[in-house]
Nanobody, 115 residues
Framework: QVQLVESGGGLVQAGGSLRLSCAASGSTFRIYFIGWYRQAPGKQRELVAT???????NYGDSVKGRFTISKDDAKNTGYLQMNSLRPEDTAVYYC?????????WGQGTQVTVSS
């Protein structure tokens, strides 16, 4: 049973940084595609960043230049480095990954940015 386990969320002041991790367990196959999404209270889930198997990245407009998506194939783990955090970045962050042509979602991790 493949599971995505997220970690790294928490409370940070505006201007600070956090790094989220998304570890894939229960599979010997590597992550093919990974994405990070977020959902703030009362809002729809939105794209934060994606990373394709060929290295192509895509970022939401509000995080361009501040967030960086990456993955470590040896650890089968994806990351989201978040710098220059703003109060409007406060949300539950979810990772999503494609492994062997199947999609999976993590349970979400809370990120709160105080002003």
């Amino acid at each position: 049973q493949v599971q995505l386990v997220e970690s790294g969320g928490g409370l940070v002041q505006a201007g600070g940084s956090l790094r989220l991790s998304c570890a894939a367990s229960g599979s010997t196959f590597r992550i093919y595609f990974i994405g990070w999404y977020r959902q703030a209270p009362g809002k729809q889930r939105e794209l934060v960043a994606t990373l394709s198997s060929d290295g192509t990245t895509n970022y939401g407009d509000s995080v361009k230049g501040r967030f960086t998506i990456s993955k470590d194939d040896a650890k089968n783990t994806g990351y989201l480095q978040m710098n220059s955090l703003r109060p409007e970045d406060t949300a539950v962050y979810y990772c999503s990954a494609v492994i062997r042509a199947r999609g999976y979602w993590g349970q979400g991790t809370q990120v709160t940015v105080s002003s």
